[in-house]
T-cell receptor
């Protein structure tokens, strides 16, 4: 199994631009999570899906952030417009039903200048 | 709501010495507990988890943790560390109820630095 795959690994963009982060979960995992990691705030849950349906998006910072999961093998996190304070490492994780151990991807390091 | 406190932000230790990374949690309900490890420029990897049963849980890479309900703690230990254990370690907690799979709360992390 290739694990949770995220792309790109690094993204540098200018303030105001749209940024799309991508995630392919492990096949057969029912849950998908998006986390953000910063030095100041640590790991924050942004949103999670169960069977492609968003369950809790209360962690999404503001309307500039949106996430979709059009099918069981793909999810995107979009920031439009991006701001320097969005600079962070964004992780995607997946988990099968009833198994409380998440598998994380390698993350996308986003830098907004 | 739950919360997790990792009491040490950094722990330096010499190679082959024992180490304990401390974690305390707060919750009004029963919980599941986890330890994850993050190596530089990588994602988090599950070290071990406590769901039920024996309070002493063994994980990968020789780590173990003990769930202490009365002290609301879940400290991580290793009797002899190696240089390759240098990483950041995260404690996490989740409520023990159906549908709680989405509310894993992480601590701020402890950076373990193993020196030769």
């Amino acid at each position: 199994d290739a694990g949770v795959i995220q792309s790109p690994r690094h993204e540098v963009t200018e303030m105001g631009q749209e940024v799309t982060l991508r995630c392919k979960p492990i096949s057969g995992h029912d849950y998908l999570f998006w986390y953000r990691q910063t030095m100041m705030r640590g790991l924050e849950l942004l949103i999670y899906f169960n069977n492609n349906v968003p369950i809790d998006d209360s962690g999404m910072p503001e309307d500039r952030f949106s996430a979709k999961m059009p099918n069981a093998s793909f999810s995107t996190l979009k920031i439009q417009p991006s701001e320097p304070r969005d600079s962070a490492v964004y992780f995607c994780a997946s988990s099968p039903q009833g198994n409380y151990g998440y598998t994380f991807g390698s993350g996308t390091r986003l830098t907004v200048v | 709501a739950q919360s997790v406190t990792q009491l040490d932000s950094q722990v330096p230790v010499f190679e082959e010495a024992p180490v304990e990374l401390r974690c305390n949690y707060s919750s009004s309900v029963s919980v599941y507990l986890f330890w994850y490890v993050q190596y530089p420029n990588q994602g988090l990897q599950l070290l071990l988890k406590y769901l039920s049963g024996s309070t002493l849980v063994k994980g990968i890479n020789g780590f173990e943790a003990e769930f202490n309900k009365s002290q609301t703690s879940f400290h991580l230990r290793k009797p002899s560390v190696h240089i390759s254990d240098t990483a950041e370690y995260f404690c996490a907690v989740s409520d023990r109820y159906p549908g709680s799979q989405g509310n894993l709360i992480f601590g701020k992390g402890t950076k373990l630095s193993v020196k030769p």
